[in-house]
């Protein structure tokens, strides 16, 4: 199922959400606002903001609706902030703090559903019809994620199908697009080209994007076997940073600079300044006191620092 690559690819930023979710020093609303206007001045026009679960399970997000309404009060033109909402109480605070657009998520391994929403998946979706009519009504756009699309820490690989029945679930609900997400980062180029088959005879193509975390390695490879089949759509995260607060070992996402990098050598569009981007890493890893690890990111500032050196 091989065909063109597309000649631009938007790139959905989850460093704000995925990537700071998982750091157990509480990181100042200050730093995240910072970030976040740093990203959308190097070019990223979708910018995951924060999440609206609940603090206890999650409290580096404990800051959500200070750090939504300090974002929008300042927003870029052209630029959407989405954010996580779980359920109806999510989405009503998300949306009084003033979201035009959230993110549903659910997953294909019912353990991992259990783990990080504590209901099965059959309950999830119910959950999330009455959100989707909700956002609807107030004319606010839904995202849906699947989670565990390769493999699950609790049970292992995952069976295509599972993961076709939950996006097509999400897309009939009303989401727009459905990322597809390797939450531990065991899928590969064939495991990931299976799965998206199963998964575009019941969705179209141009409403899915691929979620790769990079722990093993094989982000880049998955989502170029991804493009390969049409996908147009990846979520990121400056740095690499990141984690699932609910997967044991799960790295972060693959690190935009390493995807601006990949379609930038392939020659598609995305309207991301590297450098800018590079300086964002540079600055976010700073003030977590670590070096991006993103491998571009790192070898572009040591040929920055060799020149002036
Ligand atoms: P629960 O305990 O089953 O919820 O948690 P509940 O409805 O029984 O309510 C219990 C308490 O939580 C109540 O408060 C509720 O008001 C409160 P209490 O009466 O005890 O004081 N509550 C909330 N508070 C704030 N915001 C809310 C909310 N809902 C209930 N929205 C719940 C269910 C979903 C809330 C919980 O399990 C949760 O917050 N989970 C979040 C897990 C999470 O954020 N995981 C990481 C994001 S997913 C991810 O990273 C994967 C992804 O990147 C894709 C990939 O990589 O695969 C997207
Ligand atoms: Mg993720």
């Given at each position: 199922?091989?065909?063109?690559?597309?000649?631009?690819?938007?790139?959905?930023?989850?460093?704000?959400?995925?990537?700071?979710?998982?750091?157990?020093?509480?990181?100042?609303?200050?730093?995240k606002v910072e970030l976040i206007r740093r990203l959308a001045a190097a070019g990223l026009t979708t910018i995951e903001t924060t999440s609206f679960v609940s603090p206890k399970w999650v409290p580096q997000m404990g800051d959500n609706a200070e750090v939504l309404t300090r974002v929008l009060a300042a927003a870029a033109p052209g630029v959407a902030y989405p954010v996580l909402t779980p359920n109806l109480k999510g989405f009503e605070a998300a949306l009084a703090a003033g979201a035009t657009e959230v993110a549903v998520f659910g997953a294909a391994s019912e353990s991992f559903s259990q783990k990080n929403i504590n209901c099965s998946i059959a309950e999830s979706l119910a959950r999330f019809r009455p959100l989707t009519e909700a956002a609807r009504?107030?004319?606010?756009?839904?995202?849906?994620?699947?989670?565990?699309?390769?493999?699950?820490?609790?049970?292992?690989?995952?069976?295509?199908?599972?993961?076709?029945?939950?996006?097509?679930?999400?897309r009939e609900m009303g989401c727009y697009e459905v990322?597809?997400?390797?939450?531990?980062?065991?899928?590969?180029?064939?495991?990931?080209?299976?799965?998206?088959?199963?998964?575009?005879?019941?969705?179209?193509?141009?409403c899915l994007a691929g979620h790769?975390?990079?722990?093993?390695?094989?982000?880049?490879?998955?989502?170029?076997?991804?493009?390969?089949?049409?996908?147009a759509v990846f979520d990121a995260s400056v740095g690499g940073l990141g984690g699932c607060p609910y997967a044991a070992g799960a790295?972060?996402?693959?690190?935009?600079?390493?995807?601006?990098?990949?379609?930038?050598?392939?020659?598609?569009?995305?309207?991301?300044?590297?450098?800018?981007?590079?300086?964002?890493?540079?600055?976010?890893?700073?003030?977590?006191?670590?070096?991006?690890?993103?491998?571009?990111?790192?070898?572009?500032?040591a040929k920055r620092a060799q020149r002036c050196a």
């Open positions: 199922m091989s065909q063109a690559l597309p000649a631009r690819v938007r790139i959905v930023e989850v460093g704000p959400r995925d990537g700071l979710q998982n750091e157990k020093q509480l990181i100042p609303a200050d730093t009504a107030a004319g606010v756009k839904v995202r849906g994620y699947v989670s565990c699309v390769a493999g699950c820490p609790y049970e292992g690989a995952i069976a295509p199908q599972a993961v076709a029945e939950v996006a097509a679930t999400l990322s597809l997400g390797d939450t531990i980062g065991t899928g590969n180029p064939a495991s990931i080209a299976r799965m998206l088959e199963a998964v575009m005879r019941r969705v179209p193509v141009e790769y975390h990079d722990t093993y390695g094989l982000a880049a490879a998955n989502i170029y076997a991804s493009l390969q089949m049409g996908v790295s972060g996402n693959v690190a935009t600079e390493d995807v601006a990098w990949l379609l930038d050598g392939l020659g598609i569009a995305t309207g991301i300044e590297l450098d800018a981007l590079v300086d964002t890493a540079a600055w976010i890893s700073a003030e977590l006191g670590r070096e991006p690890a993103s491998r571009v990111a790192r070898a572009l500032l």
